[in-house]
T-cell receptor
């Protein structure tokens, strides 16, 4: 099993702050996905990164895939309370290998 | 288009009982995958079904089993329940499955509590 380590595990910030969440592995992935999960719901796909060094932007969210395709980061600019949730990264394989997630709380 | 539906949403069982969970994928999707989510272990892959055939299986004991019907609906069964089976069970559907490049769409999950 290819392990994905996410950090930090928990993050509590105020509205308007910036933050970065990390996803690291010793394994190479052909692609990596980021999901957000809200309480009582299943994960929802935010983005898939495929190419080493790739950067994708989704409004205030910026995703980067490491050059060696072993790590990824998610940067949120000017966080809003609506960004609150569990952020999960998942590497592709014969199954999706998920990290344990970063629980983000954004307070007004 | 309706999303992935899971029934029931909540379930309480006692140790030793068995349970069956149901998942209806998005119309046209042939792949259904099941995951177990716990605070300690996160999301762990149970198995994937594609066109009624189990294609991949995670590292779970034989008490966990599943099947898929011709209409792509899938059921997961857990026998001889243990306290540690308490978790959120998620299913995800996709067009091409985990070996394809299609997006996985998750259902809201079934919250199983074992007493």
């Amino acid at each position: 099993t290819q392990l994905l380590e996410q950090s930090p595990q928990f993050l509590s910030i105020q509205e308007g702050e910036n933050l970065t969440v990390y996803c690291n592995s010793s394994s190479v992935f052909s692609s990596l996905q980021w999901y957000r999960q809200e309480p009582g719901e299943g994960p929802v796909l935010l983005v898939t990164v495929v190419t080493g060094g790739e950067v994708k932007k989704l409004k205030r969210l910026t995703f980067q895939f490491g050059d060696a395709r072993k790590d990824s980061s998610l940067h949120i600019t000017a966080a809003q309370p609506g960004d609150t949730g569990l952020y999960l990264c998942a590497g592709s394989g014969y199954a999706l290998n998920f990290g344990k997630g970063t629980s983000l709380l954004v307070t007004p | 288009k309706a999303g992935v539906t899971q029934t029931p949403r909540y379930l309480i069982k006692t140790r030793g009982q068995q349970v069956t969970l149901s998942c209806s994928p998005i119309s046209g999707h042939r792949s259904v995958s099941w995951y177990q989510q716990t605070p300690g272990q996160g999301l762990q892959f149970l198995f994937e079904y594609f066109s009624e055939t189990q294609r991949n299986k995670g590292n779970f004991p034989g008490r966990f089993s599943g099947r898929q019907f011709s209409n792509s609906r899938s059921e997961m069964n857990v026998s001889t329940l243990e306290l540690g089976d308490s978790a959120l069970y998620l299913c995800a559907s996709s067009l091409g499955g985990l070996q394809g490049s299609g997006t996985q769409y998750f259902g809201p999950g079934t919250r199983l509590t074992v007493l």
